[in-house]
């Protein structure tokens, strides 16, 4: 009998042991992932671009791997509109004019944790989308931005408004020399003109007849108006113009790291580069900057020099410059009020 009592004992106190060394092995449950954050477009903006595409920011405490639940609708409670996805970002599709529409995130680790993220809303913008042809027959998507109406894609036209051919010059010391308008495409080469358009002379502009009908070339005010219009002011605006994705994520046009680029005033800058008209800081007629800059022509200019406005991979700034008149830089146009 005192032989089974302590056999009795020795076996509870291995049990014990077990348990508290099997409740040790397994440590603590699993943490739930963060709280989504850092939404795109911010929390209660207006004018958003009826072509937003919404992002958001969201981490595990743990290093799990994360899917979402998107929820998007005009109602404040909004459905779900997929379930399970990876990416940080969703596309909406075209959406309604002076429409509130409401989102939220739902978190998901592989642990069957999730966390739900707050209901964001946005506001967009009046007036929306449209296109316009060239006198080549070159169809632009436009976009509307305040109260102005802008080509959302580089201009490519051979040909000025009366039907007048626009000389097309490949050779360097051409290119560095006419005082007259001419266009080049980036690095001679043709298909480039498909994604960047042609980069103009700033004599090209000052012939005042190089937009299609009932368009212009943007003067720096105008250029103002635009960066105005766009929330958030001159050194984040760049971030809201510039096409998104990078060449390194096989997603898009710029270098990494297209710092804030999220295109929501829908005009879709993509990193067009330059060619150099003079010999001060580069080769004759070099091409530069495809992937890391992009540069914008005003009709502005003073003696010697162009105004353009430009972009960079590096910033969300939009900043603006003299340059010379023969160097090829692109085209947007603006509709005439």
């Known amino acids: 009998m005192k032989k089974t009592k302590i056999l009795l004992i020795s076996l509870i106190m291995l049990s014990f042991i077990f348990l508290s060394c099997s409740k040790d092995s397994t440590g603590p449950g699993n943490a739930k992932p963060g709280i989504p954050s850092n939404p795109n477009p911010q929390d209660n903006a207006n004018d958003v671009s009826v072509t937003s595409i919404i992002s958001w920011e969201c981490s595990d405490p743990e290093g799990d791997s994360l899917t979402y639940g998107v929820y998007f609708g005009i109602s404040s409670n909004p459905p779900l509109v997929n379930s399970s996805q990876s990416e940080t970002s969703y596309d909406p599709g075209t959406l309604n004019e002076e429409t509130t529409y409401y989102w939220k995130i739902l978190a998901h680790d592989d642990h069957s944790n999730s966390t739900m993220g707050d209901v964001w809303q946005f506001t967009t913008m009046s007036g929306g989308t449209g296109t316009i042809t060239d006198i080549d027959g070159n169809v ?11 080509m959302s894609e580089n201009l490519k036209v051979t040909h000025y408004r009366n039907g007048d051919p626009i000389p097309h010059l ?16 980036y690095d001679n080469i043709t298909s480039n003109s498909n994604t960047y358009g042609y980069l103009y002379n700033w004599f090209a ?8 009908e009932g368009w212009h070339i943007p003067s720096e005010e105008e250029w103002l108006e635009l ?88 910033n969300s700034e939009i900043t603006s410059s003299y340059s010379d008149k023969n160097n090829g830089i692109s085209i947007r146009c603006v509709k005439d009020n």
Do not use: M
């Open 140 to 150: 632009y998507q436009t976009v509307i931005i305040g109260n102005q109406e802008w």
């Open 170 to 185: 490949t050779d360097n010391t051409d290119w560095i020399s006419t005082n007259d308008g001419a266009y080049c495409v």
């Open 205 to 212: 502009i000052d012939t005042d007849n190089l937009a299609p």
């Open 227 to 314: 960066i105005g219009n766009i929330e958030g002011g001159s050194h984040i605006v760049g971030g809201k113009i510039k096409s998104t994705g990078t060449i390194e994520e096989g997603n898009g046009l710029w270098y990494s790291p297209n710092t804030g680029a999220t295109n929501e005033s829908g005009l879709t800058a993509f990193p067009s580069g330059y060619r150099s008209g003079s010999t001060h800081s580069f080769p004759l007629g070099y091409y530069g900057w495809i992937g890391s800059r992009c540069y914008f022509w005003s009709s502005n200019s003073n003696n010697s020099d162009g105004l353009y406005l430009y972009l960079k991979h590096d």
